[in-house]
C-alpha cells in the first residue's frame, strides 16, 4: 500500500522529496473533497496526509467520514495540534484523558 | 413494565435460569469494557508523545525545506525532488487486542539513501540532503501516529458499544427480568393462598 499526500505544493514538495509519489494539488476547496472522497474507496492506499489548514475547510460531514476511516487512515498534519480526537474521546468516555 | 408473563412455575424455573445467564454476560462485558479502557489508556499515553514528536518533526522539516529553497533555489530542491526513485510503501496487517481487530502498519523503504534520491554525491547539495532526510523522518513518525490514530479510533468504537451494551443489561433487561421474577413468585404464592382458603370452605360445608 502506499501513501498520498494532499495539500498545496509548498506542503507536497517535502513528502516528494523523501520519494511519495501519490501527491495531489487540488486547487479549489471543491476539488479537495472530491479527492478526498475518491481517496477513501481507493484500496492500494494506506495513508493519506493532509495539511490541517485543508481539513479545517471541509464540511463537518465529510471530515468525521475521514477520521473514522481505517483503511486508509487519513492523518492531518500541521504546526498545531488538532483536536479531532480528542473530541471524539471525550464524546465516547465522557471524560478528558488527553493529558 | 407490561406484564405480559404467564404466572406458572415452569415460567418462573425459565426466568431464574434466563437471569443467572444474563448475569454472567454482564460481568463477562464489564470485564470486557474495563480491559479494553485499560488497553486504550496506555496507548493513549503513548499516541499523545507520538503526535507531539509528529508536530515537533513536521516543524523542523519545514524549516529544512525553507532553507534548501532559499539557498538552493526552489528549481533545484523540485528537480531532487522528481529525481527520487524509490518510494516509501506501508503495509497493512491486522492485530487483535481483545476481540478487536486493529490495523498495524508496518512501512518499507522509509528512509532513502543519498544513492536511491537518484542524485548522485556531486549533483546534490547537503542543504536538499537535510531536508529529505527530515521528511523521510517525518514519514517514520506519520506511519507510527497513522497505525495508532487508527487502533484508538476502533478501541474507542468498541468500547462505546460494549459501554451501551453494559448500561442495557445493568439498568434495563436485568431489573426488568427480577421483576417479572418477583411478579410471579407472588401470583403463586396468592394462588397457593387462594386454593387453601378454598379448600377450608369445601371443608366447612
Redesign the interface.
Known amino acids: 500500500?502506499?501513501?498520498a499526500v494532499v495539500g498545496p505544493l509548498e506542503f507536497t514538495?517535502?513528502?516528494?522529496?523523501?520519494?511519495?509519489?501519490n501527491l495531489y494539488n487540488p486547487s479549489s476547496d471543491e476539488e479537495l473533497s472530491e479527492l478526498l472522497k475518491s481517496l477513501l474507496n481507493q484500496s492500494e492506499i494506506?495513508?493519506v496526509?493532509v495539511d490541517n489548514k485543508d481539513l479545517n475547510k471541509l464540511s463537518d460531514r465529510l471530515r468525521l467520514q475521514l477520521?473514522?476511516s481505517?483503511?486508509p487512515?487519513v492523518?492531518g498534519?500541521?504546526?498545531?495540534?488538532d483536536n479531532t480526537?480528542r473530541e471524539?474521546?471525550k464524546s465516547?468516555?465522557g471524560v478528558d484523558?488527553?493529558k | 413494565m407490561a406484564l405480559d408473563i404467564k404466572p406458572t412455575r415452569s415460567e418462573l424455573i425459565n426466568l431464574k435460569r434466563r437471569i443467572k445467564q444474563t448475569s454472567s454476560g454482564y460481568n463477562l462485558l464489564k470485564m470486557k469494557r474495563d480491559g479494553l479502557?485499560h488497553e486504550f489508556?496506555t496507548l493513549?499515553s503513548e499516541?499523545?508523545s507520538a503526535?507531539e514528536e509528529?508536530?515537533g518533526t513536521?516543524?523542523d522539516?519545514?524549516q529544512a525545506?525553507s532553507l534548501a529553497s532559499s539557498i538552493e533555489g526552489g528549481l533545484s530542491?523540485?528537480s531532487?525532488?522528481?529525481a527520487?526513485?524509490?518510494?516509501?510503501?506501508?503495509?497493512?496487517s491486522k492485530r487483535n487486542i481483545m476481540g478487536v481487530v486493529v490495523?498495524k502498519?508496518d512501512g518499507q523503504?522509509l528512509k532513502?539513501s543519498t544513492e536511491?534520491?537518484g542524485l548522485g554525491l556531486i549533483g546534490g547539495s547537503p542543504y536538499?540532503d537535510e531536508?529529505?532526510d527530515?521528511?523521510?523522518l517525518?514519514?517514520e513518525k506519520?506511519?507510527k501516529?497513522?497505525?495508532m490514530?487508527?487502533t484508538?479510533?476502533?478501541l474507542?468504537?468498541e468500547?462505546?458499544a460494549t459501554k451501551r451494551r453494559v448500561n442495557a443489561l445493568e439498568f434495563k433487561v436485568i431489573p426488568e427480568m427480577k421483576e417479572a421474577q418477583t411478579f410471579i413468585q407472588l401470583r403463586l404464592e396468592e394462588m397457593e393462598r387462594e386454593e387453601t382458603f378454598r379448600l377450608k370452605r369445601f371443608k366447612n360445608k
Open positions: 500500500m502506499e501513501i514538495l517535502g513528502f516528494q522529496l523523501a520519494g511519495v509519489k494506506g495513508v496526509v477520521t473514522e481505517v483503511t487512515t492523518l498534519i500541521g504546526t498545531e495540534e480526537l471524539s474521546i465516547a468516555l484523558l488527553w | 479502557f489508556r493513549l499516541m499523545i503526535r509528529l508536530v513536521y516543524r522539516a519545514l525545506i530542491v523540485k531532487a525532488a522528481i527520487a526513485s524509490k518510494r516509501p510503501e506501508v503495509s497493512v490495523p502498519v523503504n532513502l536511491d534520491r536538499i531536508a529529505a527530515s521528511y523521510s517525518l514519514i506519520v506511519v501516529a497513522a497505525e490514530e487508527a484508538l479510533k476502533r474507542l468504537e468500547i462505546e
